[in-house]
């Protein structure tokens, strides 16, 4: 993605390259819809706090390179997520804008960074908060930050949603989070919150098919606003947060 040619439309074309496309049998060019929360309604009337992304980033989704990998990509696919809000806005390392790494890429770095062992390259293994950690750091010399919270309705409001409002204020990008039990991966790209509790803007790599419009995506819920309190009450919970607020 080039900086110089972004335009205001609701989708971006990524290139992934002829060698990229050939390794990880993906389609070379492809198709993605952008910022997919925007027109969504608040989920309060009268919020006392409500933190957003600040910036652009495309929807990854299960399939949308052409590889199928339902029931353990949805890790990957927040990445690259993640990703394309730093290509977008952040000013990238020696001068050169590099896509969001493709799944194959993402599962050679984690072995070439020693994370992994060499029969994990072309796996259909699923990853986590402490590996999109190692990915983004990897790729874009970001770090970031990881925050667990063990579980229960009280500790996701007291120290999930505090976070989450801090991180949004301060750095403005999206933010990965997982679980145990809840082991589904989830990007956040806002919160707000009022008397009652809380609710974090959800969009969820799940959804698998032909593209849609993001007017589909948030009828189908595949990008909404969640109450804290529909969260695993059972599971624990971590959140990946890339930290790029000038020092």
């Known amino acids: 993605m080039d900086k110089n040619n972004l335009a205001s439309g609701s989708e971006e074309w990524i290139d992934w390259g002829e060698s990229a496309a050939e390794e990880g049998k993906i389609m070379k060019k492809m198709s993605l819809p952008k910022n997919v929360h925007t027109g969504l309604p608040a989920p309060i009337v009268d919020s006392v706090k409500c933190s957003m992304i600040?910036?652009?980033?495309l929807y990854f989704y299960y399939g949308c390179d052409g590889k199928d990998d339902r029931g353990w990509g949805c890790g990957y696919r927040t990445i690259q997520t993640m990703a394309s809000w730093l290509c977008y806005n952040w000013p990238p390392p020696k001068g050169q804008h590099r896509p969001p790494p493709s799944l194959s890429e993402t599962q050679q770095a984690l072995v070439t960074m020693g994370d992994?062992?060499?029969?994990?390259?072309g796996s259909r293994e699923w990853i986590g908060t402490f590996e999109a950690s190692l990915v983004i750091d990897y790729f874009y010399d970001i770090p970031c930050k990881l925050v667990h919270i063990r579980g229960?309705?009280?500790e996701l409001e007291q120290v999930a949603v505090e976070e989450l409002h801090q991180h949004f204020q301060k750095h403005g990008c999206p933010v990965m989070m997982g679980g145990d039990r809840d082991n589904s991966s989830k990007g956040i790209v806002g919160v707000c919150t009022d008397k009652n509790g809380s609710h974090l803007l959800i969009v969820d790599p799940h959804y698998y098919g032909c593209q849609l419009e993001r007017e589909e995506l948030q009828k189908r819920g595949w990008v909404a606003w969640k109450g804290v309190s529909s969260l695993d009450q059972c599971s624990f919970y971590n959140l990946c947060m890339p930290q790029t607020a000038k020092k």
């Open 54 to 57: 600040k910036g652009d980033y």
């Open 116 to 121: 992994k062992p060499g029969s994990f390259s």
């Open 152 to 154: 229960g309705g009280a």
